[in-house]
């Protein structure tokens, strides 16, 4: 479901109802962005970005698939 928005300076203007543990795990993903998509990758098996499932070991390892990779510009 929806949770909110991000504005272009980073602000989270979260949408009613949103759970609070959304913005803790949004400032952890701030912190440390590459770690924090590494163990929801291992965890969920899913793209921390958008949900689908991973089905490569790279994907897994990374925490995002090829199409997301490129859609945020993290192709090396």
């Not at 795990?25 to 965890?43: D, V």
């Amino acid at each position: 479901g929806f949770l909110g928005t991000i504005d272009k300076a980073g602000t989270f203007r979260p949408a009613k109802g949103c759970p609070a543990w959304v913005v803790p795990a949004l400032q952890k993903f701030a912190n440390n962005p590459h770690h924090t998509a590494q163990e929801y990758g291992t965890l969920t098996g899913r793209c921390c970005f958008c949900y689908q499932r991973l089905s490569t070991e790279t994907s897994l390892s990374l925490g995002y698939g090829p199409i997301c990779a490129r859609n945020y510009g993290l192709l090396k």
